[in-house]
């Protein structure tokens, strides 16, 4: 078929083939497949808090903007239940005309 030569050949192209592909995405991977600024900058990521004081005051953080989507939360369900119970008065008296 092939002979020696051809053997040789493929076996030379499975050995280099995987060492020819290390190569060309080992090298210089900084510059080419960075994406820049994909990390956050140290001033943008979250601040765990170490202290006690610090700790409570994040607490106190969180708990005053739960309260405050709460409040929110609770103001639109009251609008909404007054809307529908104006738009059910309004069905009642157009049904009774």
Same mark, same amino acid.
């Given at each position: %078929?092939?002979? @020696?030569? @051809? &053997?040789?050949?493929? +076996?030379?192209?499975?050995? %280099?083939?995987? $060492?020819? $592909? %290390?190569?060309?995405?080992?090298?210089? =991977?900084?510059?080419? +497949?960075?994406?820049?600024? +994909?990390?956050?900058?140290? &001033?943008?990521?979250?601040?765990?808090?170490?202290?006690?004081?610090? $700790?409570?005051? &994040? /607490?106190?953080?969180?708990?005053?903007?739960? =309260?405050? @989507?709460? #409040?929110?939360? /609770? *103001?639109?369900?009251?609008?909404?239940? *007054?809307?529908?119970?104006?738009? *059910? *008065?309004?069905?009642?008296?157009?049904? #009774? &005309?």
């Amino acid at each position: %078929m092939g002979g @020696l030569n @051809l &053997e040789v050949f493929k +076996f030379g192209m499975y050995v %280099m083939f995987p $060492i020819g $592909i %290390m190569y060309y995405f080992g090298t210089n =991977l900084d510059e080419r +497949f960075s994406v820049p600024d +994909f990390w956050p900058k140290p &001033e943008q990521t979250n601040k765990i808090p170490l202290e006690r004081e610090e $700790i409570q005051a &994040e /607490l106190e953080r969180l708990r005053q903007k739960r =309260l405050y @989507l709460r #409040d929110r939360r /609770l *103001a639109a369900e009251a609008q909404a239940r *007054a809307r529908e119970q104006q738009q *059910a *008065a309004q069905q009642q008296q157009q049904n #009774d &005309e």
